[in-house]
């Protein structure tokens, strides 16, 4: 049997939800400004509209890296980010068996981060930083045409243009190197604290749909579509890396039925992604690490039906089935304590002696292992929900009764399948009374009544694994009001 090593002491770390062992967290404030203006104009043959924004957001976060009540490594990450976006639209005028949308689209986002550190209950002191400024431009088309009063095709397509551009990396270490864009450890230059330029990173991608719907009656339509999706490639240099993480890619297949009379209303559909370059993100020595994972796939079946038994009383459910695997992934990050009777230093498995600035017997390493075949992260096989409402006059008012129970199946947080949430079940009830103005509401409420836990978060890191665990049972009472 192999060797297990602890390095936290007995009452340092907490396994039950409520058992709160991090390091006492550290006061701050966000600050979040944002300017927007909307344009309309009727140009005749179509609308045409502008939506502008500006944003401003200062979003500092404190971290406890190691997940224990030791002051071993805590982290300060001041987030500042500004960001302007423009849309154009212009739409066709309905009454026309053809009618379309187009636009012209341009993001902007500068990210920068600084970075601080505290060893050992010591000041917060710099630990590095990093920026980017990432621009996206598109162009786009949709248009779809009446064949008939039955039979509706839809084409559309999607050209984007993204770059990555004017980006840097700060480390206040110079015992090691980062990561050059051919997998080699590059050694700082310039000293700590001297900002590393990064290559700019540029991607090009078209990304077309095609719909057909049918139409069998005024209540019912069936339809087919066809998608290719796009997520524009990454610097990761957050995670001290030249590496470019390849553009994440997508076709995307469904079939499904809706049926709607307004008594009785049904959802049905089946799918097929195929994904391409995942990108998937691990930790390791407090740094982000992204990397692609080559395939992976993702099927399954999903519903929604709902019922009206009375003008006051009706029940609705929905159920997934979902299928996520990946196919081919042979670098999955996977986490194990280090092996003293490895000696080469070289080898993540290695203990790094605490004179060299590791921690020693008992830390955790971060390695690879192929998860081909595994089940994706964050990703159930079952999730469905059951809910009713029932609405009442009372007092002059109306009073609102309803309920709603979630489940979901198991699933993983990572994708080497080592961090597992079992299913779980949340019922919500709520009883809202409208007063007869219909202007003043008085509600009731219940989150998680039958108190259940559960993780929402694994935060795994090679200095310590933390769990986020969900809110236990909440109840509480709302005061709501219209102003005209």
């Known amino acids: 049997m192999p060797l297990v090593y602890f390095y936290a002491p007995s009452g340092t770390y907490a396994t039950k939800p409520g058992d709160v062992l991090l390091n006492t967290p550290v006061s701050f404030r966000t600050n979040s400004d944002a300017l927007q203006a909307t344009l309309k104009a009727d140009l005749g043959f179509a609308d045409f509209t502008s939506y502008t924004q500006y944003r401003k957001d200062l979003s500092p976060y404190y971290g406890d890296l190691d997940a224990t009540a030791i002051p071993m490594f805590n982290i300060y990450v001041g987030v500042n980010d500004e960001t302007w976006s423009q849309e154009f639209l212009v739409n066709s005028k309905p009454g026309s068996r053809l009618q379309w949308t187009a636009g012209l689209n341009y993001f902007q986002i500068r990210d920068t981060w600084d970075i601080g550190a505290s060893f050992g209950g010591s000041p917060y002191g710099p630990f590095g930083g990093s920026s980017t400024t990432t621009k996206s431009y598109a162009a786009f088309l949709d248009a779809t ?16 243009h993204d770059t990555v551009g004017d980006a840097y990396f700060i480390t206040n270490f110079t015992t090691t190197g980062y990561t050059g864009p051919n997998g080699e450890v590059v050694p700082w230059t310039g000293g700590a604290g001297v900002p590393i330029p990064v290559q700019t990173l540029k991607n090009d ?4 749909r095609a719909v057909i719907r049918f139409k069998p009656s005024e209540e019912s339509s069936v339809y087919a579509s066809y998608t290719k999706g796009y997520k524009a490639g990454i610097l990761n240099v957050g995670g001290y890396s030249q590496q470019p993480v390849k553009p994440e890619k997508i076709d995307a297949f469904e079939v499904g039925y809706k049926y709607d009379d307004r008594v009785f209303s049904a959802d049905l559909a089946g799918f097929y992604y195929n994904y391409k370059n995942l990108q998937v993100s691990s930790y390791q020595n407090g740094t982000a690490q992204i990397r692609n994972a080559a395939s992976s796939e993702i099927y399954g079946l999903e519903a929604q ?38 000696t080469d230093l070289r080898n993540p498995m290695a203990c790094i002696p605490i004179s060299l600035g590791g921690t020693g017997p008992g830390a955790l390493t971060q390695t690879s292992t192929d998860a081909s075949g595994f089940k994706m992260q964050r990703a159930p096989e079952f999730t469905g929900n059951i809910g009713a409402s029932y609405g009442l006059d009372l007092g002059g008012g109306k009073l609102a009764l309803s309920g709603n129970l979630y489940y979901t199946s198991s699933f993983y947080f ?6 597992r949430q079992k299913g779980y079940e949340v019922l919500a009830l709520r009883a809202e009374w409208t007063d007869p103005s219909d202007r003043y509401t008085v509600a009731v409420f219940g989150d998680n009544v039958t108190n259940r836990r559960y993780r929402t978060q694994v935060l795994f890191n090679t200095l310590g694994t933390g769990a986020v665990w969900n809110s236990p049972v909440t109840y509480g009472i709302e005061l709501g009001a219209k102003f005209r």
């Open 145 to 160: 045409y009446e064949v008939n009063d039955k039979l509706f095709l839809t084409l559309g397509g999607r050209y984007s």
């Open 205 to 208: 991608s078209f990304t077309p």
């Open 305 to 342: 039906l709902r019922y009206k038994v009375s003008s006051a009383f009706s029940v609705q459910a929905g159920a997934s089935w979902t299928h996520a695997r990946y196919k081919s992934f042979s670098n999955a990050p996977y986490y194990s304590y280090c092996d003293p009777a490895v």
């Open 414 to 419: 990572d994708p080497s399948e080592q961090f």
